[in-house]
């Protein structure tokens, strides 16, 4: 009962939490209000805040050794409604405060507004932009159930337009599938909560998770969630909608996309099993996600291998990658549960930076050369070395070669497989490593080679820079310190806890 | 059998009802017609739940209801982003369906100026 | 058998039967229809649940604007159903997918039987705090009092899809009006309507907006039936939406989601903690803040329901 009650009492410092939720949902607000140049300033503006925010939090947390905790409207769990940062929040909550800044940096090239007019690409970027952000921040830090499917919602309804945004039919088309997928996940996950709330009365992670037993109730809202947060994540077989949502959207657009929103619902599957659900024996549902993912990998790999265009290739590869997230599911519990959570949450990081870049890299080359057809890249590394370096840096990380956060989060996750004796899962991820080495080399043996092509126009040294510096992070990651681990498993129940 | 076990029954039936319509319906205003009956199933679940909470003097638990208001209005939105995307694909296009082959350009095309 | 269970019985066929409807009927401007009257049904279902907010908003957001958005929607698509190049699902797939449908509804209806009689409940904690929240009406305290940060942020969800459907327009048309231009000589049918409507309407959903506070009603019960007054003048063609880019148009939009997380961080600041009331104070604060959502409900459905600007900016 202590536990549970330390688990709901604010703690000192906590007033952040709501303000990183607040500072970009008013982003958002006045950016409508205010319209045309001021949209992209707000944008710009409030985002060092809230990477300051995020530093903050993550300061905190690691002072205390105990997650951040804050009790909205001053009435406490089940009645209220609390937020919380953990480890795994406060990382991921600098890993958006990182990715949105550059994504913004990038694009200010592409949504520059006129002054004195307003255009419609312009203010619906920067407005929607800054919803991602806010919706992002209330993923990683809502601690109630029904908050966490506002967050979604804000989430989906955020990033859907942004794929639509130059208006071709084809990306029409891709964002209504999206919405379609989305909505799906949506609905599942609402039943899910309505399940368990008629079971236990609340809806508070903190508070659900000692209630929950092993009822039929808890076992179907389990798999609708999963079900409804899988089809957003768009884990094999709901995988369908992504590739021609991430590679016909506005590059900026396709880093944030790729990179940070699909790590929400993911951050939300491992809070359901890793937090509510944690008492569940969940050998048979890890081994059934990390077989998805392995199908995810395989399919996705094999799939990039045949596109003939560069951002689809990158966003296939993103569907692969997907799948080795949820590789860290079966090995939850036992001695080497510390090292497949600390994989899985590396490979979600160094994911996002990686791919970010990659996708910011595609960008520059299609606008540099006018297409970005593979079958058109020979020689281009020599006209843009800088963002064929950023690309290969990125995909670096995406083999699992060292030293890159990939190769970490591979390192680690195959470790713990071997141990547990599950070492199915470390042959799929060498198979993916190969796989992703051979759709990599696709792009970049003919870029090297061969002459180097007419430039339509030079891409600017500034956003050449913003992509090399993502590509960057992620090899760095490689090189965390054991502090950094540890501070991940900051407001991890105690390991080894789950019944098997 | 009380009025609220029938509701959620019925609720039950609505969620099997609509999701058959999401994804078996190929028209897109049709799967966002399923969506909706699907939205209106699980409230009706909600509903059970608030009814089977009836203390204190309440007929119905009121946070259960909460969560469906917000549901209902969040609903409502969602259905006319929907709507508003296959407008735009149909004014496009003069079709609205979301066929991949009228969409995915083939693995080999090569007419895949960005 | 009583009267009262005879109709829930024939109310849950109805309803089942009117849903099948609106999954398997041919055309999908008959299956919109269908929808509509579903809603209201369910309306009634609802208030056999006792839930007679939920009823409210069910009839005036779920079947009644909803009802609206999917009709308009249904007229337009119509020439696209007869140029259909759908491609159906074969029969085997179906099959499968009917199985799975069937399945999830025996696994949800096998978990509804087995909820127990009295199930834990947060009715007898919201009852205990209802006096300091200065309601008489539970449902409002839990939304603008105890879960109010859910519904602040559920604001900012609507101005998102606001966002998200203006940018479906073409560039050349941003800032401008969706919908049509008012008409020269409105159709006489529908003006008559909206003349005689539209007053009684407005009444009546700033009564219900006031009277939510401690009866069934609030903000988006009242908003909606705002909204649909709006959206009934605007269908008869009596006025003209408004261009996009008009800065009032905008103020209402944002102003309850602003006027809510402002009123969130003075709590931080007077209150103790956000979205907080200081007692005593609670009930003027919590009117001042519905009053604003009223106004951004009554402005953003029907903007939602118009659609993308599709006329040119003027000046």
Redesign the interface.
């Known amino acids: 009962m202590t536990a549970g009650a330390s688990a709901i009492a604010a703690t000192a410092g906590g007033s952040l939490l709501p303000l990183a939720i607040l500072l970009p949902a008013l982003g958002v607000l006045m950016s409508l209000l205010l319209g045309g140049r001021r949209a992209e300033w707000i944008a710009l503006g409030l985002m060092p805040v809230e990477f300051a925010v995020a530093v903050a939090i993550a300061c905190l947390v690691w002072r205390s050794g105990q997650p951040l905790v804050y009790t909205l409207a001053g009435y406490t769990p089940p009645l209220g409604i609390a937020l919380r940062a953990d480890g795994f929040s406060a990382v991921m909550l600098i890993t958006a405060g990182l990715i949105a800044p550059a994504a913004a940096l990038y694009a200010r090239a592409n949504f520059a507004t006129p002054p004195e007019t307003e255009k419609r690409a312009p203010l619906v970027f920067w407005t929607l932009l800054q919803g991602i952000q806010a919706a992002l921040s209330l993923v990683f830090l809502g601690g109630d159930l029904f908050n966490l499917y506002v967050g979604l919602e804000l989430l989906t309804f955020a990033a859907v337009p942004l794929v639509s945004l130059d208006g071709r039919p084809e990306t029409v088309a891709a964002a209504l599938r999206y919405l379609l997928f989305a909505l799906f996940g949506s609905v599942f996950y609402l039943l899910g909560v309505a399940l368990l709330y008629g079971a236990y009365g609340t809806l508070d992670i903190a508070l659900l998770a000692p209630l929950v037993r092993p009822e039929p109730a808890v076992w179907l809202a389990a798999g609708l969630m999963t079900a409804g947060l899988l089809a957003k994540t768009a884990l094999f077989p709901l995988h369908l909608w992504l590739p021609p949502a991430h590679a016909n959207a506005p590059a900026a657009a396709s880093a944030v996309l790729s990179g940070l929103v699909v790590k929400g619902s993911f951050f939300l599957v491992v809070r359901l099993w890793f937090d509510v659900l944690a008492t569940l024996p969940g050998v048979i549902p890890g081994t059934i996600l990390a077989a998805l993912g392995s199908a995810a990998i395989l399919s996705g790999s094999v799939l990039a291998l045949r596109q003939a265009r560069l951002k689809l290739l990158i966003a296939y590869s993103t569907v692969a990658q997907i799948g080795y997230l949820f590789l860290m599911f079966p090995l939850a519990t036992g001695p080497w549960a510390a090292d497949a959570f600390s994989g899985g949450i590396m490979q979600a990081l160094s994911h996002a930076f990686a791919k970010a870049a990659m996708f910011l890299s595609a960008g520059l080359i299609a606008e540099s050369l006018g297409h970005d057809r593979i079958a058109g890249l020979s020689g281009a590394a020599r006209a843009l070395p800088v963002t064929f370096l950023a690309l290969g840096l990125g995909g670096l990380s995406l083999m699992g070669l060292p030293p890159s956060g990939g190769f970490a989060a591979k390192w680690l996750l195959m470790k713990a497989s071997i141990e547990a004796g599950q070492w199915v899962w470390a042959v799929v991820m060498a198979a993916g490593g190969l796989l992703a080495g051979g759709y990599l080399y696709r792009v970049l043996a003919p870029a090297l080679s061969g002459e180097s092509p007419q430039l339509k126009k030079a891409p600017a040294r500034s956003r050449e820079s913003v992509a090399l510096a993502l590509a960057l992070v992620a090899l760095l990651l490689a090189f965390a310190p054991p502090s950094f681990f540890t501070f991940l498993q900051i407001g991890r129940p105690a390991a080894g806890v789950a019944l098997q | 059998m009380t009025s609220a076990t029938l509701a959620g029954l019925v609720g039950a039936a609505l969620v099997g009802l609509g999701l058959y319509g999401l994804i078996a319906n190929p028209q897109p205003l049709r799967k966002i017609l399923a969506f909706n009956l699907m939205g209106s199933g699980i409230f009706l679940v909600f509903g059970i739940v608030a009814r089977k909470g009836a203390a204190a003097g309440l007929q119905a638990d009121p946070v259960p209801q909460a969560m469906v208001i917000t549901g209902i209005v969040v609903a409502f939105a969602a259905s006319a982003l929907a709507v508003a995307l296959v407008l735009r694909l149909f004014e496009d296009t003069g079709q609205a369906t979301l066929n991949p082959d009228a969409w995915t350009k083939p693995p080999d095309g090569g007419a895949g100026a960005e | 058998m009583s009267v009262?269970?005879a109709l829930?019985?024939g109310l849950?066929f109805l309803?089942?039967a009117v849903?099948?409807w609106?999954?398997f009927a041919p055309g999908?401007f008959a299956?919109?229809v269908g929808?509509v009257v579903?809603?209201l049904l369910?309306s009634l279902?609802?208030i056999?649940?006792?839930?007679v907010?939920?009823a409210l908003?069910?009839a005036a957001?779920?079947s009644g604007?909803?009802g609206v958005?999917?009709i308009g929607?249904?007229a337009?698509?119509r020439?696209?159903?007869t140029?259909?190049?759908?491609?159906?699902?074969s029969g085997l797939?179906?099959l499968l997918?009917?199985v799975?449908?069937?399945l999830?509804?025996?696994?949800?209806?096998?978990?509804?039987?087995?909820?127990?009689?009295?199930?834990?409940?947060?009715?007898?904690?919201?009852?205990?705090?209802l006096p300091e929240t200065g309601l008489g009406n539970?449902?409002t305290?839990?939304?603008i009092?105890?879960?109010?940060?859910?519904?602040m942020?559920?604001k900012?969800?609507?101005?998102?899809?606001?966002?998200?459907?203006?940018?479906?327009?073409?560039?050349r048309y941003?800032?401008g009006a969706p919908g049509e231009a008012r008409a020269q000589r409105p159709e006489p049918t529908l003006a008559f309507l909206a003349q005689i409507l539209a007053p009684l309407g407005i009444l009546v959903g700033i009564h219900v907006f006031w009277v939510g506070a401690d009866a069934p009603g609030g903000a988006?019960q009242g908003g909606a039936i705002l909204a649909a007054m709006w959206i009934i003048v605007m269908m008869a063609r009596l006025t003209e939406a408004p261009q996009t880019?008009a800065?009032w148009l905008?103020?209402a939009?944002?102003a309850g989601?602003?006027v809510f997380?402002a009123a969130?961080?003075a709590?931080?600041i007077f209150?103790?903690?956000?979205?907080?009331?200081p007692p005593g104070f609670a009930k003027p604060a919590i009117l001042f803040i519905e009053a604003f959502m009223v106004l951004s409900i009554a402005v953003t459905?029907p903007m939602?329901?118009a659609?993308?600007p599709r006329r040119e900016p003027r000046r």
Do not use: N
């Not at chain 3, 056999?48 to 839930?51: G, H, P, T």
């Not at chain 3, 009092?145 to 519904?151: I, K, L, S, V």
């Not at chain 3, 900012?156 to 560039?171: E, F, I, K, T």
């Open positions: 009262l269970q829930d019985i849950a309803v089942f849903a099948a609106t999954i999908a299956a919109t929808y579903y809603g369910l279902v609802w056999r649940l006792f839930a907010d939920v908003t069910e957001i779920g604007v909803t958005l999917l929607a249904a337009r698509l020439a696209a159903e140029a259909g190049r759908e491609k159906s699902l797939s179906r997918v009917a799975l449908c069937v999830v509804a025996l696994a949800l209806a096998g978990v509804v039987l087995l909820l127990p009689d009295q199930g834990p409940s947060l009715a007898p904690q919201s009852m205990q705090h539970p449902v305290a839990v939304l009092a105890y879960r109010a940060f859910d519904t942020l559920e900012v969800v609507l101005v998102l899809a606001v966002v998200g459907v203006w940018s479906l327009a073409a560039d941003w800032g988006f880019k800065f905008r103020l939009l944002v989601p602003v997380l969130g961080v709590g931080a209150a103790g903690g956000f979205f907080a009331y459905l939602l329901v659609g993308p």
